[in-house]
T-cell receptor, first 114, second 111 residues
Framework: KAGVTQTPRYLIKTRGQQVTLSCSPI?????VSWYQQTPGQGLQFLFE???????NKGNFPGRFSGRQFSNSRSEMNVSTLELGDSALYLC?????????????FGSGTRLTVV | TQLLEQSPQFLSIQEGENLTVYCNSS?????LQWYRQEPGEGPVLLVT?????EVKKLKRLTFQFGDARKDSSLHITAAQPGDTGLYLC???????????FGTGTRLQVTL
């Protein structure tokens, strides 16, 4: 079966702009989570969506938002980009909540803010 | 805030050697997962452990969950170059669906 697909793979944006990243989960997976990975902070949880509802949220500013569509595809948006937002953004999907089943991650979107 | 500390941070060994990676926390987790990540890719799930004291084996990899469900270890026997990568432990608390990732252990196995 197809894995988790994230688009685009690479993105370069200027400070102050906004960006939208997309994630298509594995077919049948209803939970989609987003993580930010940086060399200094490692992997940090952004938010999780299940059946179009945000079920959990990490400690990120309101500039970071997301949504999930009825087909379980998810998007995350970052507004007013800052240099510190440069990171690998990873999407992960799970059949349920991932606690028992584990997550399948996509290859990520590498965002560079200049 | 739940934190997961991994040790060592870096490990460079030769093919055939054994190694152990540790993942420690002061918090209790309902389950703990181990992932391996290669450059330019997302983490790949290796195992999930849910019961205190549980031991799982995956070929040359042995995973153990501490009795108190606060720590875990990953032991690799006879390491191979294909084991090279970033190893991450990740804990889940209660019914919450978010994972708290460890600080990571970067392993390099040379011929």
């Amino acid at each position: 079966k197809a894995g988790v697909t994230q688009t685009p793979r690479y993105l370069i944006k200027t400070r102050g702009q906004q960006v939208t990243l997309s994630c298509s989960p594995i077919s049948g997976h209803r939970s989609v989570s987003w993580y930010q990975q940086t060399p200094g902070q490692g992997l940090q949880f952004l938010f999780e969506y299940f059946s179009e509802t945000q079920r959990n949220k990490g400690n990120f500013p309101g500039r970071f938002s997301g949504r999930q569509f009825s087909n379980s595809r998810s998007e995350m948006n970052v507004s007013t980009l800052e240099l510190g937002d440069s990171a690998l953004y990873l999407c992960a999907s799970s059949y349920s909540n991932g606690v028992g089943y584990g997550y399948t991650f996509g290859s990520g979107t590498r965002l560079t803010v200049v | 805030t739940q934190l997961l500390e991994q040790s060592p941070q870096f490990l460079s060994i030769q093919e055939g050697e054994n190694l152990t990676v540790y993942c420690n926390s002061s918090s209790v987790f309902s389950s703990l997962q181990w992932y391996r990540q290669e450059p330019g890719e997302g983490p790949v799930l290796l195992v999930t452990v849910v019961t205190g004291g549980e031991v799982k084996k995956l070929k040359r990899l042995t995973f153990q969950f501490g009795d108190a469900r606060k720590d875990s270890s990953l032991h690799i026997t006879a390491a191979q170059p294909g084991d090279t990568g970033l190893y991450l432990c990740a804990g889940a608390g209660g019914t919450a669906s978010k994972l708290t990732f460890g600080t990571g252990t970067r392993l390099q196995v040379t011929l």
